[in-house]
């Protein structure tokens, strides 16, 4: 201070002080100082500090890397391993889907030939009853088709009778059901005459018997009454039947006056002509006897004789053989004549189902309502000229709708005939019923679905017919139950072929871990394949009925992860 001030007065004037420069920047005192330091180190410790630094990154890098091996799937992306834990909750069963209304009672009419419409008496829209007309159409075409096909069915009537009558004799039958006598011998091959006799049919399926009794019972015996048949062959007495009553005048040795009564016996199998047999009558509180015991008779016989001149192909005549009511006995040469009989009623058949159609379509010409309903379809008016095979009306009951949707096969054994369904078209809801549920499946894409028929009151016509609809019902529901989210659970093969439906739960191997399984999936170490039994499900979880217990965990999934966070 003292040598400026000298200065100041050598010079007579001030002296400037030098200018000092400024402080550096922080950052930029921060680093020099690093540096200053970093340069005022010895070399050999730089060097020391470098090596440290190096190695440091190194650790790092391989640490990055053992993390990446450790969690790294296929294709060496990163993943993390995801699991859960059976627990109590509630689930239900929810079936969603859209089905087609329809009417439940629905009418369709179609014209099958040509025709001008005369009158229409309804609108569309128009509500109708049983009966209502609906329109008149005059069908020349109509009229010519049911009178050609009533000819078609005359003409193929006479042609059946024709081959009937001709082949008859081809075929020797038994009019009646009974049993065979004093059969002749045929073999085939042997030749047979018009007129032969071949066996004689005695109908045994009952018997007769003429009593004779005292006019002194005139008018007491009468057709219908019951009667009491003794036996004596069989020691016993069956229950008779009086068939007839002739007041015819035998007189006997005595000079007692006699009428007849014929007397007819169901045969149950032990009775035969020429048994003694006695009908006895009861008479308000008195016994009538008859004169004399008779002798039963078949109730009738005749001969089978050929009508036709020819070869024996086959023959089934045996004594006392038990035939039945049209029962083919001898075959003749004719087989031919057979498969043209087939076919004539196969033709006549034919031809009867075409009448009735074209009688169908003439009533249709002036046709009335067979239900009651709202026409839904009307195509003509008075004028119009009505192509063949045109449907012209068509009457829907639309007070009442069926639903056809249907269920998956894990929710079939749930829904049942009776089931409450919520409906929803556009807006307009509804509650149905489920009124079927069909045993016969359908398979898309490996999934079995069954055929569910919904009914639904459309009283207010609130739902339209003939569109889609969307239901929605609670299959099944459970409100204390295991649970598992469904990726949980997996359907696995064994090697032995069997199908079983496991979980992998985590810790050490359990006494009942499923053996030889064919996962074709990767699982973690430290899960193992459990058994379970599985309930109901609903989008996400499915009920754990057995296999594994609350708290367990188990393996649900692989998700890809990433270190970095990205």
Known sequence: MSQVMDREQQTGAPQTAPETPPPPAPETAEKTSLWKKWKGMPRKKRRKIVRWFITLLVLIAAGLGVWKFLSTKKGGEATEVLTDVVQYNSITSIVEGSGLTKARDSETITIATTGTVSEVFVSEGDTVEPGTPLFIIDSDAARTAVDKARQDVLGREKQLNALLKDVAGLNLAAGYPGK???????????????GQKVAVLADDTRLRLTQYYSYAYEGMI??????????PALMSSLPGTVEAVHMVSRITPEGTKLFSADILVENQGALSAEMAASAIVTVGEETVYPYEPGKLEYYRTGDLTSTVNGTVLSSSLVDFLQVSAGQVLVRVDGEDSEAEIFSAQQSLEEAQKTLETAEKNLANCSASASIAGKVIGLTMKPGDEIAANTTVVTISDTSSLIVNATVDERNVSAVQAGTMVDLDQWGNTAMGTVESVSLSSTINNGVATYPMVISVDNAEETLQVNSYINYKLTASENDNCLVLPLQSVRTVSTEEGETLTVVYVKGDRPDNVVENIMADETIPEGFWPVAVEIGISDNYNVEIK???????????QIQSANPWGY
């Open 180 to 194: 065979l006598m004093e059969v002749v011998d045929l073999n085939p091959g042997d030749t047979i005459s018009k």
């Open 222 to 231: 009468h057709t219908g009454q019951s009667v009491d048949v003794s036996i």
């Open 546 to 556: 057995s296999g594994v217990e609350e708290g367990t965990e188990v393996f649900t």
